[in-house]
């Protein structure tokens, strides 16, 4: 995880919406995949690499989440200030009712 950590690709991004004038910063988090960045995550700062080296296994204050209804018509995300290539994968909501 040291190295991991020490050769990351560094940047400052984070996610705005069309509905509000938010931004909402990207969390970084340890999964199957590597090192990803995650937004609208409760679960997200448990995966981080900081939360993981610290040895800490206590409750972390919760994040904003971001969330639209229908009545908000035509929504999209942008995601900014990144100067890199990157992909992008959605995970399912495990309500989908949200």
Same mark, same amino acid.
């Given at each position: 995880?040291?190295?991991i950590n020490e050769f990351k690709f560094?940047? =400052?991004s984070s996610v705005s919406f069309s509905v509000n004038d938010r931004s909402f910063p990207l969390q970084?988090?340890?999964t199957e995949?590597?090192?990803c960045y995650s937004f =609208?995550?409760?679960l997200a700062a448990y995966s981080s690499l900081e939360y993981i080296q610290s040895g800490k296994r206590s409750l972390m204050p919760g994040n904003e989440i971001f969330s639209v209804n229908p009545l908000d018509g035509e929504v999209y995300? =942008?995601?900014v200030n990144i100067s890199s290539g990157y992909k992008v994968l959605r995970e399912?909501?495990?309500d989908k009712h949200r």
């Open positions: 995880m040291h190295l560094k940047f =400052n970084e988090t340890l995949m590597g090192l =609208n995550s409760e995300a =942008n995601l399912p909501s495990c």
